[in-house]
C-alpha cells in the first residue's frame, strides 16, 4: 500500500464550481499535510500546509483534515480556468522528517 | 522556482554518457532535496543533505546516481553512465526544516536517447 495516495483524474468542473481533491494515507502518526500545485511544465509550489483536524481557509482554497479518517482534502471555491493544474498531497508521516508526496490529481476548470 | 537556480534546463544525450545536474540555492535554507519526477512513477525523493551533509539516499535508484554539496550555494547530481530509463524532470528543493514547505526550483528536463 503506498504511504500517500490521489485519484490521478483528471478531475473536470465547470467554472464557478467547488473543485473537491482528495488525498489519503496510510501512517497513523502523520504530522504534517501538505497541497502542492503544479502547472503543466513548472516546478511544484506550495498552496497549504495543515497540521491540526478540521479546516483552514485561505481565500478560495480550504483544506480539510481528518485524521481519524485518514484523509486530507483540498477545496477550490469558485474554481477558475486557470486553477487548472495537478494538485500533489504531501504528508511528513510519523516515521520520517521528510513529506511523502502523492502521484497527484489533475484538475481541469473548463469554460 | 524563487531562491533557487538550476542548470542546465535542458538536457539531451546519449545514453552512456556522463551527466551532471547542477543547483544553486539562493537563499540560506538548511536542507538540500533532489528529486525526480516521471509520468509513471510520480515525483521521487532521491536524496537529501542536511547543512551539506548527506542524511538519506535510500531514494537513488542505482550506484550510477551520485550527489555532492561541496558547499551551501551548490549542489550536483551526476549520472554516469545513462540510460534512457533515466529520462525525467530532475527537480532541486529547499527547506528551512526537515518537514517544512519545499521551495522547489525550475527543473533540469532530461532526454536520454
Known amino acids: 500500500q503506498k504511504e500517500v495516495e490521489q485519484n490521478s483524474g483528471p478531475l473536470s468542473v465547470p467554472e464557478g464550481a467547488i473543485a473537491s481533491l482528495n488525498c489519503t494515507y496510510s501512517d497513523r502518526g502523520s504530522q504534517s499535510f501538505f497541497w502542492y500545485r503544479q502547472y503543466s511544465g513548472k516546478s511544484p509550489e506550495l498552496i497549504m500546509f495543515i497540521y491540526s483536524n478540521g479546516d483552514k481557509e485561505d481565500g478560495r482554497f480550504t483544506a480539510q483534515l481528518n485524521k481519524a479518517s485518514q484523509y486530507v482534502s483540498l477545496l477550490i471555491r469558485d474554481s477558475q480556468p486557470s486553477d487548472s493544474a495537478t494538485y500533489l498531497c504531501?504528508?511528513?508521516?510519523?516515521?520520517?522528517?521528510?513529506?511523502?508526496f502523492g502521484r497527484g490529481t489533475s484538475l481541469i476548470v473548463h469554460p | 522556482d524563487a531562491g533557487v537556480i538550476q542548470s542546465p534546463r535542458h538536457e539531451v544525450t546519449e545514453m552512456g554518457q556522463e551527466v551532471t545536474l547542477r543547483c544553486k540555492p539562493i537563499?540560506?535554507?538548511?536542507?538540500l532535496f533532489w528529486y525526480r519526477q516521471t509520468m509513471m512513477r510520480g515525483l521521487e525523493l532521491l536524496i537529501y543533505f542536511n547543512n551539506n551533509v548527506p542524511i538519506d539516499d535510500s531514494g537513488m535508484p542505482e550506484d550510477r546516481f551520485s550527489a555532492k554539496m561541496p558547499n551551501a550555494s551548490f549542489s550536483t547530481l551526476k549520472i554516469q553512465p545513462s540510460e534512457p530509463r533515466d529520462s525525467a524532470v530532475y527537480f532541486c528543493a529547499l527547506s528551512q526544516g526537515a518537514g517544512e514547505t519545499q521551495y522547489f526550483g525550475p527543473g533540469t528536463r532530461l532526454l536520454v536517447l
Open positions: 537563499s540560506g535554507h538548511d536542507y
Open positions: 504531501a504528508v511528513r508521516t510519523g516515521g520520517s522528517y521528510i513529506p511523502t
